[in-house]
Each structure stands twice: as C-alpha cells, then as structure tokens.
C-alpha cells in the first residue's frame, strides 16, 4: 500500500468516508466465540450524519474501535477516507487518527485546569498542525456547539 496521504485537500460531497464490507469481529471467551459484529456492512458519506444506537453489549464501542483502526477486525474489511485499514502499518494508524479522527467518550476527558480553548487545542497540538490553523480550527468548533464566548473559561 502507498503510504497514507494525509494532506488536506478537497474532496467531493458524496466521497465513501467509512466503509466496511462483512466485517466480523469476535472474542473468546473460554472455549466459546463471542461475536461483538457479525457481518457489518457500512457506508457512510462525507457529511452524512449517523448514529449508533443499541443495547448495552451490542456492539457499537467495538464497530468505532475497529473502524477508527484502534481494533482489527476477525474477517471483513474496513476502508477509511479510501484506504484498507487492514494493509496499513501501526505508524499510519497512528497519523490517521490524529489527522482525520476525533473521539468523543462517554465518561468526561476534560484537563480541568484547562479552559475550552486549551482542551480543544491540545488534540490538534498533538495532531502537528501549526498554530495559526489550531487558532482557527479551535474557535470554529467552540462557535459550532455555542461555546466560544467561554472559551477563555476553564
């Protein structure tokens, strides 16, 4: 596989973003496979919105965790922004998800002697881009979800 391309450039509206093909992914647990998904098809283009919802045990954590490359899958195959996850190396995963993937957990993971602007910034900080693109990027997401008359508030 060529390496990653990471640069921002523009790319069409209706671009596949996600796509999974009978992706599987099970556990053992003793002698007894636990399938977490079975046989997942997915397409998700850009801008589409798109939610998980289902019981407890049901497998959303695991479809994120595999199809952000943080998990492989059992059989099936996982294609983000056109790449094979299941061909690219540790280091590209890596640079993947700094550069094009962003995490919102359950639990709280707010620095709590940061104030908003420093919380978002340091996920783009430790992403390589340069300061001016942090500045503008961080107040588009704090005006985005109405916070960035807060954002010098910790």
Known sequence: MAALQLEDVQRPADEVMVRTVDLVRTYQLGSEPVYALRGVNLEIKRGQFVALKGRSGSGKTTLLNVVSGLDAPT????????????????????????RHIGFVFQSFALIPTFSAFENVDLMLRIGGFDKRQRSRRVRECLELVGLLKWAGHR
């Open 75 to 98: 059989s099936g195959k996982v294609e983000l922004l056109g790449h094979d996850l299941g061909t690219a190396s540790e280091r590209e995963l890596l640079e993947l998800r700094r």
